[in-house]
Nanobody, 121 residues
C-alpha cells in the first residue's frame, strides 16, 4: 500500500514560521505532481500549492510570497515552508500526490491524514 504522512504542524504566533513535511512510502514506482491543501473550520478544502516532479510550482494568491513548496524526489518527500504566518492560515494542512503504483502499474491519487496549523494573533 501507499502512505502519505505529514508532520511539522503546530501552534505559532502571527509572523512566525513553520515547515511542513510530507513523506510518501510503500508501493511507489514514481511520484508525479504533489499538492498541499488546507481546510479551515467551516470552510471548504482549498489548494495551497502544487509542485511537479520537475519542480514547477504554483501557489494560491493568498500565500504567494510567503509559502514555498519544494520536494526531494530521492526521499519521496515534499515540504511547505510557511513564513509570515497569519491567523487566516489556521487550518488542517493535507498532503496529496499523484503516484504511479508499483504493483498495479497505474496512477492513483493519495491523501495524507493532515496536520494542524494554528496561528495565534
Amino acid at each position: 500500500q501507499v502512505q502519505l504522512v505529514e508532520s511539522g504542524g503546530g501552534l505559532v504566533q502571527a509572523g512566525g514560521s513553520l515547515r511542513l513535511s510530507c513523506a510518501a512510502s510503500g508501493s511507489i514506482f514514481s511520484i508525479n505532481t504533489m499538492y498541499w491543501y488546507r481546510q479551515a473550520p467551516g470552510k471548504q478544502r482549498e489548494l495551497v500549492a502544487t509542485i511537479t516532479r520537475g519542480g514547477s510550482t504554483n501557489y494560491a494568491d493568498s500565500v504567494k510570497g510567503r509559502f514555498t513548496i519544494s520536494r526531494d524526489n530521492a526521499k519521496n518527500t515534499m515540504y511547505l515552508q510557511m513564513n509570515s504566518l497569519e491567523p487566516e492560515d489556521t487550518a488542517v494542512y493535507y498532503c496529496n500526490a499523484d503516484i504511479f503504483h508499483s504493483l498495479y502499474s497505474r496512477n492513483y491519487n493519495f491523501w495524507g491524514q493532515g496536520t494542524q496549523v494554528t496561528v495565534s494573533s
